[in-house]
């Protein structure tokens, strides 16, 4: 095979050398601007799953990088004063000119030819069988071809400078500086014995306030630094530098790009490394992405007839572990970005919230890890709180309003579209019956509607006659009677997402028979193939106000504990808090102000209706998930307005109010915004806020709490999986205590069940050693984490 590779970084030669071990015949040739020794930055990291991967695909590679490793355990996270040590990580480092130093020998040693200081020619696409862009983030191939890849650039909000030290770090170093201007941050770490990175971040907003803007808009030539900028740094760390040298390479203040692209490969042109990704520096780094895309290129190619069967198998592999890790490094970024909400938390919990940043590491993680630093994450949480200590943060006890909750899980509400004429009956009295039975503090309805017009489908619950009331009281004694949890009544109208069918006969497909006629702000309909809606009169909305407090009034006399109004995910009041769904000219329309005005009017009237010492708690949807609808920085402004108007916690969820959203899921997705309402508005007023959204696991549950992203966490379709599930965490956990106390009938079954967690292994290509043999090569692949649909 003939193979032209753009790109002489480290992805680039490593493919290289991959191929030319696999076949001695290809002919090989890489092209890269740039001298043989120029390169800039310091240091890179390696996982250890990377490293076995190279390893077992080529050990005298291997080995020379294994002489020139730092390696490390520790990550030392210096805040306020105070140095916090966490141990057990695992960490290996090397200096970024030796990585390709040792690049460049292995690809001479092997035959294949590199062209330095040498821009690829023009019609490689027709001279080779594949051309390999390899040509980092400012790829100049996928800007040619970006019809064909369709890349975006997310330009981030934080400027960075990359710098070196001759300090030596022991471990890796996370110094968090609050000065005058705003918080900054150094991100350090060794990469020999002679040599460490330092990396210098902090928000456009603070680096301008420093007076760091001074030479913005100058043009320095390559390889040239802001040796202004860097003298200005060696002063202001020049306790963390200790003493010692910063030295620059090349640095300049840069802001980080997020790079995605529709597609990786076209015809025999493929996308590799930073030209097809990237991810923050704040999670590893590129080089090791780069690295591990040569691995499975070379593999598919090899496994595979032709090279387009080959790339789609490429693309195939390695876009889910990829798309995965930029998950994690957009949660990490977002997290230094707003690294400035966060300094009034307590030392300790800082330092747990900056670890698990990512939701990749995760209680359980550093538990396993470091036992010391665990136990004093458990204890400053409990001591934030007031409470005892050695209770897994999930069981200790939370006050809502006068409401108190065993615990901190809550059954979040989930339609289940089995009501007949508004009236739960049986089904419901098992589901939510076995819900609260399952351990959980607080159990919620579905959406209860309050009137007919209000609902989403034929099955949907209602409380706009006495009997829906009473069939609720019967389901609202059940719990009281056989469980120590409390039960909540979610209110809400449909608004211009009614008349739909059942889900499982086509969610959000209008009923083809029996209709009735939707309204909503304006004659905008949710999506293509929906009903258009009438938009509301003024007395329209009285009437709506009306059924609502009706509502809300039976629902106190059924003796629900809390009540929620819906302000989320597209039924009526979420329609009036969008853009997308609200384009009124009268005063409900328009700014913000404006289309939280109805919204706000339900609330207040059901607020008066509702009994003062009795909870009352909002959902809404931080987000549209769309370019022109609401942002978490409206959802800051809406959650605010509910809590001046007296909303005891903030449910936040997202999305749903359009067909066109594009939500970015993941694991526990929507818990950063839920972060951010926390801090900037509901802890300083004491209002909760309650987290939601794939959390799947009872670790997942504690780091939320223990990091202080959110007072409660409500979770669904892991109960629809698991009645149980609050019940049998706290099995794993080994917690026996009140906030997770066993039905008696059921205590015969109590057990801790048997866990157990392999890695899988799957054989990948065969290389040839020196002396001409075949060896099987196997490459460690870990199962996502990501939590499955249930």
């Not at 009017?601 to 549209?624: L, N, Q, Y």
């Not at 951010?676 to 309650?690: D, F, L, N, P, S």
């Not at 549950?701 to 979770?715: F, P, T």
Request: proline content about 5%; charged content about 25%; glycine content about 10%.
């Amino acid at each position: 095979m003939k193979i032209a590779i753009i790109g002489g970084g480290p992805g680039g030669l490593y493919l290289a050398a991959l191929m030319k071990q696999l076949d001695p015949a290809h002919d090989i040739t890489v092209w890269e601007r740039n001298a043989p020794d120029d390169t800039f930055g310091f240091g890179v990291v390696f996982s250890d799953e990377t490293l076995g991967g190279i390893e077992n695909s080529d050990t005298e590679f291997a080995d020379a990088m294994a002489r020139h490793f730092a390696r490390w355990t520790d990550i030392d996270i210096h805040f306020r004063g105070e140095s916090h040590t966490v141990g057990g990580q695992g960490f290996a480092a090397m200096s970024r000119k030796e990585l390709l130093r040792l690049l460049q020998e292995r690809c001479r040693d092997l035959g294949v030819a590199v062209h330095f200081r040498t821009p690829a020619p023009e019609g490689l696409r027709t001279s080779h069988d594949l051309v390999v862009a390899a040509d980092g983030a400012n790829s100049l191939v996928r800007a040619a071809h970006s019809d064909v890849f369709q890349p975006t650039l997310d330009r981030r909000h934080n400027k960075y400078m990359w710098l070196g030290t001759d300090r030596v770090f022991e471990a890796f170093q996370f110094f968090v500086k609050e000065t005058e201007w705003g918080t900054m941050q150094v991100h350090g770490y060794p990469y020999s014995d002679s040599g460490s990175t330092f990396i210098v971040e902090m928000h456009e907003d603070v680096w301008r306030r420093a007076g760091f803007d001074a030479t913005e808009g100058v043009e320095f030539a390559p390889g040239v630094s802001d040796e202004q900028a860097v003298a200005r740094i060696r002063d202001l760390f020049a306790e963390e530098l200790a003493g010692h040298r910063a030295f620059a390479n090349n640095s300049k203040w840069l802001n980080f790009t997020t790079v995605r692209n529709e597609r990786w490969h076209h015809d025999n042109l493929v996308l590799v490394g930073d030209a097809a990704h990237t991810a923050h520096f704040s999670i590893g780094s590129g080089t090791k992405l780069a690295m591990e895309d040569a691995l499975a290129l070379a593999a598919c190619l090899h496994e595979h007839p032709d090279v387009e069967t080959a790339l789609t198998a490429y693309e195939a592999e390695r876009r889910p572990v990829v798309e995965s890790t930029q998950r994690a490094a957009q949660a990490s970024l977002e997290w230094f970005e707003n690294i400035g909400m966060y300094v009034h938390q307590e030392p300790t919990q800082f330092c747990f919230n900056l670890l698990t940043r990512s939701r990749r590491i995760t209680y359980d993680n550093l538990r396993a890890r470091d036992e010391d630093f665990a136990g004093r994450v458990d204890a400053a949480f409990a001591a934030s709180q007031g409470l005892d200590g050695g209770v897994p943060a999930m069981f200790q006890p939370f006050r809502l309003g006068e409401l108190e909750l065993k615990n901190r899980v809550i059954v979040s509400p989930m339609d289940m579209y089995s009501a007949e004429d508004g009236v739960p009956g049986d089904f419901h009295l098992v589901h939510l019956g076995s819900k609260a039975m399952g351990g959980a503090g607080l159990v919620m309805t579905e959406m209860v509607c309050p009137s007919p017009e209000g609902r989403i489908t034929p099955g949907c619950g209602g409380l706009w006659t006495d009997e829906q009331r009473d069939s609720w009281a019967r389901i609202v004694s059940f719990v009281h009677d056989r469980s120590t949890a409390r039960i909540g009544l979610q209110l809400g109208h449909a608004g211009r997402k009614g008349s739909t069918r059942l889900m499982w006969e086509g969610m959000d497909e209008p009923l083809p028979e029996g209709n009735w006629e939707v309204a909503g702000p304006s004659p905008l309909p949710y999506g293509a193939g929906s009903a258009v809606p009438r938009e509301l009169t003024r007395a329209e909305l009285d009437a709506i106000v009306g059924d609502f407090v009706g509502a809300a009034r039976r629902g106190a006399e059924a003796g629900f504990d809390l009540l929620e109004l819906h302000c989320a995910h597209g039924y009526l009041l979420s329609s009036f808090l969008s853009p997308t769904a609200n384009r009124r000219t009268d005063e409900y329309g328009g700014p913000l102000e404006n289309r939280l005005r109805f919204p706000l009017e339900v609330f207040d009237a059901v607020r008066v209706a509702w009994p003062a010492g009795r909870p009352m708690i909002v959902r809404i949807s931080a987000t549209d998930w769309v370019p022109d609808g609401n942002t978490e920085h409206d959802a800051v402004e809406i959650a605010r307005a509910f809590i001046a108007h007296g909303a005891d916690a903030i449910d936040v969820s997202s999305g749903q109010v359009t067909k066109d959203e594009r939500p970015a899921y993941g694991r526990s997705y929507q818990t950063p915004f839920a972060d951010r309402i926390r801090h900037e508005v509901a802890a300083a007023t004491g209002t909760a806020v309650i987290a939601v959204g794939a959390i799947a696991s009872y670790d997942d549950v504690n780091s939320i709490l223990l990091a202080g992203r959110a007072d409660l966490c409500a979770l669904g379709r892991t109960h629809l999986y698991d009645p149980h599930w609050t019940l049998h965490a706290a099995a794993e956990q080994e917690y026996r205590g009140a906030a997770a106390q066993w039905p008696v009938q059921f205590g015969a079954g109590r057990r801790k069940p048997p866990t157990s967690r392999t890695d899988a292994v799957r054989p990948r290509l065969s290389l040839l050693r020196a002396d001409g043999s075949e060896r099987n090569v196997h490459l460690r692949w870990t199962p996502s984490r990501e939590p499955a649909t249930v």
